[in-house]
C-alpha cells in the first residue's frame, strides 16, 4: 500500500541523494587535485623562471664587469649564457651589415665545430640566399621551429656535413628600426617557448648594449683627439690674429714678458738673490733659494734679519763692504757662510752691486761647497798621477805632435843619464842613436796616427853615449773631439840585459846542440817496473844489441849485474825525485859487465805517482848517440805539453828574492789571454790574481817551502777583462844545482765552465725551492680562504631547511642573502685568483707610453668611487714613456689608486698623489696617500696572496699580489713605504725604459 510505496519513494530519493554526494564529492576531489597540480606547476614554473632571471642577470652584470676582456671573449661567454638559459646545445651569433644584406657570423659554440663537418665554413652570409634563420632578419621578428625536419617555404637546406638540427629559435636584435645583430639557439630537448625568446632578446639586447657603450666610450676617444685637435688649430688661427696685433702691443708685451721672466728667474733661479741694506746690515728681499742655503723658511721669515750672522768670519763681511763702497760692484767673491736652521757650512760664491742711491745691496750667491771638494780631488788625483809618473819604476816620457819631449820621468833619467829640464822642449829624435833614428821616428808616426805599441824595441842612446835596449807600449792622447792629436806617452822596459841574456841562452843552445851530436852517452825511459819506453842508438851499441825491437823486449832489469844495486837506485830516485852520475855496473848482450855513471830522473803524472825514469848512461863511445835521444826526448816531451789543455810552470828563487817563472808550457794563452813571452815578462803570474784571491796565491803558491804542497781554486783577470776561475797545484823543493835556491812546480786548470755550471745549478736550486715554498703558502691560504665561504654556504644551507619546516620566511631570506654573499665572496677569489694565473700567459703587445697617460686612464675609470669619496687625484704631469702592456699597467694603477681610496676614508682632505723621483740614476714611480698608513714590520708582507692587514676591510687580499706579478712580469720591482700608522703608505715600483 502506501507505506511501501512511500519507502520506496523515501529509498530512491536516499539513493539518488548519496548518488549525487557521492558524485559531488569525487568532483570535488579532482577538483582540488587539479587545483593544487595547476598550482605546483605554476609555482615551479615561476621558480624556474626566477632562477633564470636571476642566471640572465648574472650574466649580464658579468658581460658588464668584462672591460678588459675583448669582444670575441664576451660572445662566447654570451653564447653559453644563452645555451644555458634556454637549455640548448648549439648557438651562435653575429652582426649585420649597415644595409642588413649581409650577416657576419662573429662567434658559435664550441659543440657546433666538434659535430659540423662543413669544409671551408664561410663567415660571411648574404641575407638574400640565407634559409629559415634570416627570416628573424626579414621579419625583425623571432623565429621557432620546433619540428625543424618538417618542411617549410623559407628552408634552403643544409650543406653536407652540417650538424643536425630538432629545434631551432633566432632572434633580432634592434637598433630603433635596424637589425643590429642575429643570435639563434638550436637542438633544445623539449619545445622552445616565449620564455626562451624573452630570454635570449633580454640577453642579447644587454649584450648590445655593452658593445654601444664600448664603443660609446671609443667615439668619446676619438671626439676627445678631434677636439684636441680642433682646440690645437684654434691656437694656432689665435696665434695668427695675435700676429697682427704684436706691433701694436710690443713694447707692453715685451715690458710684462721682461717682468715676468724677471720674476720667474728671481724666484726659481738656483741661485741666492737677496737685497740688503749696507747700513743695518739686514735682508730686505730675497727669492727661495737664498732662504734654503742659510735656512730660513720662507722670504717673508727672511726680510729683517740680520745678514751679519750668516758669515762665518765677520770680516768677510766687512772686507765686502768695503770693495762694494770703493769699487761699486764686486764679482765671484769667496766667502764662508753658514746656514742658520741646521748650522751647515758652506763655500758661496758672492756676487753683487752697490745702489748708492737707496744704500742697499744687490747681489747673489752660488753653494760652490761641490765645486770646492771636486777641485780639492782634482788637485789630490793630479798630485797623485805625477807621483805615479815621476816615481814609476818604468821609464815614462811624453812627446807632443810636434814630437817636442814635454814630460820625462826620473826612471827615464836613470835609463838615459840626462835630466828631465835638460831635455824637455828638445825633439825626442835626439833620445835615438844614428844607426836606428830613422826607424825610431818611423815608430813614433805610427803611435801619433793612433796606432798603440804592444811590444815595440827602440834603442836609447844614453848621455855617455852607450845605448840601451827598451822594449816600449803605448797609448795616443786626443781632444774632447776625439780626433785631434794632443800627445803621445810610452813605457819602457830596459830589456838589455835580457837581451845579453838571450844571445848568452842562445849560444849555449848551440853549445848544448854541439855537445848533443857529439855525445857517447846512452839516454832512455823506462817504466818503474824496469819496461823499455824509449833509448837511443848509442844504447844498442852500449850494451851489443844489434835491434831495438830485442833490447826493447828485454826487461831493464836484466840489464844489471847485481840486483841490489837495482834497489837502490829505485831508492834513491823515489827519495830524491833524481840520481846524478849513480855509479852502476851494467851486463852487455854478450855477458861483459860494464861500469856506467846513470844520471836519471823521475816523471810524475798530475797525481804526483811516478810514471817513468829518464837519463843517461854515460859512456865515452855512445855519446852522440846519447845526446840525439835526449833532444828527441825533450822534443816529445815539448810537442805533448803544447798539446795539454792545462798549463804547467816552474820558478826558482834566490835566497831573500822572489820566484821568478824559468820555464812555461802548455796552453798558458788559451787560459790567461798573455803569451808566454808576457807572462817572463811579468817574472811570475802573480799579477794575474785578482785582489780577493792575493792572500790564498801568497800563501799555497809562492809562500810554500821546500816539501811542501798544495791544492787551490785561485780566480785571475784574462787579457779581455774577464774572471777564470783556476785549479792550482804547486810543490816546492830544493834546487839539485843549488842548494840555497828553492824551485817551485805547478800547473794550472781552467775550471770556469765548471764554478759556472755550480752557480746557475745553486741559482735554479734556491729558485726551486723559493717557488715551492711560495706554492705551498698559495695551496694554504686558498684552500682557507676558499673552505671559509663553502663552509658558510653549507651551515646556511642547512638552516633552510628547518626555516622551510618552520615556516620562518624572513630568516630563510637572511640565511639566501648570507649564502649568495658566501657564494659572491667564492666568486670574487676564484675571478682574482684566475686573473693572477693570466699573468705572465696572457700578454698583450708592449707598446711605448707615458706613465701619467696610463694613471690618468686608470682615474678616469674610477671617477665615480673617487668622487663618492671625496679624495683629490694629483697626478705629475710628463712622466717618462716606458715600454709596457698598457692594459695591465692600467691594471696596476687601478688596484693602487682603488687601495688608496679604500684606506683614506675618514680624512679630512683625502689625497691620492702620482709621481716619480730618481735615485741612484733609477726612476722610481710612486703612488701615495695620505691615509691610515702601516707599521714598517708589515710592509714586506702585504703583496702576498690573501694579505689583509684589517680583516673587516673590503676586498679579496689578493690586488697587491697581482700588482706585484704585472710588475715583475715587466722586469720591475715594488715595495711599501710607511713611516707608521696615521702616516699614509707610499707604493713605490720600478719598470723598464724604451
Not at 283 to 311: H, M, T, W
Not at 758 to 780: G, M, S
Request: with cysteine.
Amino acid at each position: 500500500g502506501w507505506a511501501a510505496q512511500s519507502l520506496l519513494i523515501f529509498s530512491l530519493a536516499a539513493g539518488i541523494l548519496a548518488s549525487v554526494l557521492v558524485v559531488t564529492g569525487w568532483a570535488w576531489q579532482r577538483r582540488q587535485k587539479h587545483y593544487y597540480r595547476s598550482l605546483y606547476r605554476t609555482e615551479a614554473g615561476r621558480a624556474r623562471e626566477e632562477q633564470v632571471n636571476r642566471e640572465r642577470l648574472d650574466a649580464l652584470v658579468h658581460i658588464s664587469e668584462m672591460e678588459a676582456a675583448s669582444e670575441k671573449e664576451i660572445a662566447d661567454y654570451v653564447l653559453d649564457a644563452a645555451c644555458h638559459l634556454t637549455g640548448s646545445s648549439l648557438a651562435f651569433i653575429g652582426s649585420m651589415s649597415p644595409d642588413e644584406t649581409v650577416f657576419h657570423l662573429a662567434a658559435w659554440s664550441s659543440s657546433v665545430m666538434e659535430e659540423c663537418a662543413v669544409a671551408g665554413v664561410p663567415l660571411h652570409f648574404p641575407i638574400a640566399e640565407a634559409g629559415i634563420w634570416a627570416e628573424a632578419v626579414r621579419t625583425k621578428k623571432p623565429v621557432i621551429l620546433n619540428d625543424y625536419p618538417a618542411p617549410h617555404p623559407a628552408k634552403k637546406g643544409f650543406p653536407a656535413g652540417h650538424v643536425q638540427i630538432t629545434r631551432f629559435a633566432a632572434v633580432p636584435v634592434l637598433d630603433g628600426e635596424r637589425v643590429v645583430m642575429v643570435s639563434a639557439v638550436a637542438n633544445k630537448e623539449a619545445d622552445y617557448t616565449e620564455t626562451d625568446i624573452d630570454q635570449m632578446m633580454l640577453l642579447m639586447q644587454g649584450f648590445w648594449t655593452h658593445l654601444q657603450r664600448h664603443a660609446a666610450r671609443d667615439a668619446l676617444e676619438r671626439k676627445r683627439t678631434d677636439l684636441e685637435a680642433a682646440y690645437e688649430e684654434i691656437t694656432a688661427t689665435q696665434e695668427e690674429l695675435q700676429a697682427n696685433y704684436e706691433e701694436l702691443a710690443k713694447s707692453q708685451i715685451a715690458l710684462r714678458e721682461s717682468e715676468r721672466k724677471y720674476r720667474d728667474l728671481y724666484e726659481y733661479a738656483q741661485v741666492g738673490l737677496f737685497e740688503t741694506s749696507l747700513e743695518h746690515a739686514t735682508v730686505i728681499a730675497c727669492n727661495q733659494r737664498f732662504c734654503e742655503l742659510f735656512g730660513f723658511p720662507s722670504a717673508s721669515e727672511a726680510i729683517g734679519k740680520d745678514v751679519l750672522a750668516l758669515y762665518v768670519d765677520p770680516s768677510d763681511r766687512e772686507e765686502i763692504g768695503r770693495i762694494l763702497k770703493e769699487k761699486g760692484a764686486i764679482e765671484y767673491h769667496v766667502v764662508r757662510f753658514r746656514n742658520q736652521s741646521t748650522g751647515r757650512l758652506f763655500w758661496g760664491q758672492f756676487s753683487a752691486l752697490y745702489n748708492r742711491e737707496r744704500d742697499i745691496i744687490e747681489g747673489s750667491i752660488v753653494d760652490i761647497t761641490a765645486q770646492k771638494a771636486a777641485e780639492a780631488r782634482l788637485r789630490e788625483t793630479n798630485e797623485y798621477l805625477d807621483n805615479l809618473i815621476n816615481y814609476a819604476n818604468a821609464p815614462i816620457i811624453v812627446w807632443d805632435p810636434e814630437f817636442r819631449i814635454t814630460r820625462f820621468n826620473h826612471a827615464f833619467e836613470r835609463l838615459t843619464g840626462c835630466t828631465s829640464d835638460t831635455v824637455t822642449g828638445k825633439p825626442v829624435s835626439v833620445l835615438f842613436p844614428e844607426r836606428t833614428r830613422e826607424r825610431s821616428m818611423e815608430y813614433l808616426h805610427q803611435a801619433m796616427a793612433g796606432e798603440r805599441w804592444e811590444t815595440v824595441e827602440i834603442p836609447i842612446l844614453r848621455r855617455d853615449g852607450s845605448e840601451r835596449v827598451v822594449l816600449w807600449n803605448s797609448a795616443t792622447l786626443f781632444s774632447e773631439d776625439g780626433k785631434t792629436v794632443i800627445a803621445t806617452i810610452a813605457q819602457g822596459q830596459d830589456i838589455t840585459g835580457r837581451k845579453a841574456a838571450e844571445q848568452a841562452l842562445k849560444e849555449s843552445e848551440e853549445r848544448y846542440r854541439e855537445f848533443f851530436t857529439t855525445s857517447r852517452d846512452s839516454v832512455f825511459i823506462t817504466t818503474p817496473e824496469g819496461k823499455w819506453l824509449d833509448f837511443n842508438d848509442a844504447s844498442l851499441e852500449m850494451f851489443g844489441y844489434p835491434t831495438r825491437d830485442e833490447l826493447m823486449a828485454l826487461p831493464v832489469p836484466q840489464l844489471y849485474a847485481d840486483p841490489l844495486e837495482r834497489d837502490e837506485f829505485l831508492a834513491v830516485i823515489a827519495r830524491e825525485g833524481f840520481v846524478k852520475e849513480h855509479p852502476m855496473q851494467l851486463r852487455r848482450k854478450d855477458g861483459t859487465v860494464i861500469d856506467t855513471l846513470i844520471t836519471a830522473v823521475s816523471l810524475r803524472d798530475r797525481e804526483n805517482a811516478q810514471k817513468a825514469f829518464m837519463g843517461t848512461i854515460r859512456d865515452v863511445t855512445f855519446r852522440k848517440a846519447a845526446e840525439k835521444a835526449l833532444r828527441r826526448s825533450e822534443d816529445t816531451f815539448r810537442h805533448i805539453s803544447g798539446l795539454i789543455t792545462d798549463f804547467a810552470y816552474s820558478c826558482r828563487k834566490s835566497p831573500g828574492g822572489a820566484f821568478c817563472i824559468d820555464w812555461l808550457t802548455g796552453a798558458v794563452e788559451t787560459i790567461t789571454g798573455y803569451t808566454q813571452g808576457e807572462i817572463h815578462i811579468l817574472t811570475c803570474w802573480r799579477p794575474l790574481v785578482i785582489e780577493e784571491d792575493l792572500p790564498v796565491f801568497d800563501q799555497n803558491v809562492v809562500g810554500l817551502l821546500p816539501g811542501e804542497s798544495s791544492r787551490s781554486e785561485i780566480r785571475i783577470r784574462h787579457r779581455d777583462g774577464r774572471i777564470v776561475w783556476l785549479a792550482s797545484f804547486a810543490e816546492c823543493v830544493t834546487d839539485p844545482e843549488d842548494p840555497t835556491f828553492h824551485r817551485l812546480y805547478g800547473g794550472c786548470r781552467d775550471i770556469s765552465a765548471r764554478k759556472e755550471a755550480d752557480r746557475r745549478q745553486n741559482a735554479l736550486v734556491r729558485e726551486l725551492e723559493q717557488k715551492n715554498a711560495e706554492l705551498e703558502r698559495f695551496t694554504y691560504t686558498v684552500s682557507h680562504d676558499l673552505r671559509s665561504p663553502l663552509i658558510t654556504i653549507r651551515g646556511f644551507a642547512e638552516l633552510i631547511d628547518e626555516d622551510a619546516e618552520k615556516g620562518d620566511l624572513p630568516r630563510l631570506h637572511d640565511d639566501l642573502k648570507r649564502i649568495i654573499s658566501a657564494a659572491d665572496r667564492m666568486q670574487d677569489l676564484l675571478n682574482d685568483l684566475l686573473e693572477l694565473s693570466r699573468i705572465g700567459r696572457l700578454v698583450n703587445p708592449s707598446e711605448k707610453v707615458r706613465l701619467d697617460i696610463i694613471a690618468q686612464e686608470a682615474a678616469d675609470l674610477l671617477a665615480g668611487p673617487i668622487g663618492n669619496a671625496g679624495v683629490e687625484v694629483d697626478i705629475s704631469p710628463d712622466l717618462p714613456v716606458v715600454n709596457v702592456d698598457r692594459t695591465r699597467m692600467r691594471e696596476v694603477f687601478t688596484n693602487l689608486i682603488e687601495n688608496a681610496i679604500k684606506f683614506t676614508r675618514g680624512q679630512e682632505h683625502p689625497l691620492i698623489q702620482i709621481g716619480m723621483r730618481e735615485e741612484g740614476g733609477e726612476k722610481i714611480f710612486f703612488v701615495q696617500d695620505n691615509g691610515i698608513g702601516i707599521e714598517p714590520r708589515y710592509l714586506s708582507k702585504i703583496f702576498g696572496l690573501f694579505e689583509k692587514l684589517d680583516g673587516r676591510s673590503e676586498g679579496t687580499g689578493i690586488g697587491l699580489a697581482i700588482v706585484k706579478r704585472i710588475i715583475e712580469f715587466h722586469g720591475g720591482r715594488i715595495w711599501a713605504e710607511s713611516e707608521g700608522p696615521g702616516k699614509g703608505t707610499k707604493i713605490c715600483f720600478t719598470v723598464p725604459e724604451p
